[in-house]
């Protein structure tokens, strides 16, 4: 699986920006798409995900604030990201969750959210 993300920036607090992220090659036995990410200092951290089956789940810290959403046909997942603070701002990794004998983790390259205060 191969994944091409897109749609960091520098954003003021307060705005929007809305990252997508293209998955090719198999996509049999993938059970989550999400985004992760990981600030200067700090480890990588889930920001949210969704199944299969449609089911998601989110960091406490943006519940209410982010939207993420997937389109099968696609084989795209995005993430609506409203009401941005400062501490939002890290690199954002896109991955995919197959059971392949057991589960495996494939992570895109990485993209840029900076928001300014």
């Known amino acids: 699986v191969q994944l091409q993300a897109s749609g960091g920036g520098l954003v003021q607090a307060g705005g929007s920006l809305r990252l997508s992220c293209a998955a090719s090659?198999?996509?049999?036995?993938?059970?989550?798409m999400g985004w992760y990410r990981q600030a200067p200092g700090k480890e990588r951290e889930l920001v949210a995900r969704?199944?299969?089956?449609?089911?998601?789940n989110y960091a406490d810290s943006v519940k209410g604030r982010f939207t993420i959403s997937r389109d099968n046909a696609k084989n795209t997942v995005y993430l609506q990201m409203n009401s941005l603070k400062p501490e939002d701002t890290a690199v954002y990794f896109c991955?995919?969750?197959?059971?392949?004998?057991?589960?495996?983790?494939?992570w895109g390259q990485g993209t840029l959210v900076t928001v300014s205060s």
């Open positions: 969704i199944s299969s089956g449609g089911s998601t």
């Open positions: 991955n995919v969750d197959r059971v392949v004998g057991g589960k495996v983790a494939y």
């Open positions: 090659g198999s996509m049999i036995s993938i059970i989550y």
